[in-house]
């Protein structure tokens, strides 16, 4: 197992940029998927990205253009970039680690979350 920690999270203006970290703990970090979520109050919570163990990375349509997930596998940390940001964008955004065999990634840990806001 690996436990997660984010951070970064806060208030930022609209058009604005904002990096997530999280911290990983566990010898294996390198062999997991990695994801960032995020959800609103009332509603699912939804993948925005994720990085596989070999690099590979996937955006849902939302984030394509704007978001960049990436991982330090030296550091077990991965990041979440986030450019343009929208006040729809506003959410608790939460770290994941799970598996990826080329369907679908199947998240297995969560951090915490850290909540971002978008608004003026």
């Known amino acids: 197992q690996v436990q997660l920690v984010e951070s970064g999270g806060g208030l930022v203006q609209p058009g604005g940029s904002l990096r997530l970290s999280c911290s990983a703990s566990?010898?294996?970090?390198?062999?997991?998927?990695l994801g960032w979520h995020r959800q609103v109050p009332g509603k699912q919570r939804e993948l925005v990205a994720f990085?596989?163990?070999?690099?590979?990375?996937k955006y849902l349509d939302f984030a394509k253009g704007r978001f960049t997930i990436s991982r330090d596998n030296t550091k077990k940390m991965v990041y979440l970039q986030m450019n343009s940001l929208k006040p729809e964008d506003t959410a608790v955004y939460y770290c994941?680690?799970?598996?990826?065999?080329?369907?679908?990634?199947?998240?297995?840990?969560w951090g915490q979350g850290t909540q971002v806001t978008v608004s003026s």
């Open positions: 990085i596989t163990s070999t690099g590979s990375t």
């Open positions: 566990g010898i294996f970090f390198g062999i997991y998927s």
């Open positions: 994941s680690a799970g598996g990826y065999q080329g369907v679908a990634y199947r998240p297995d840990n």
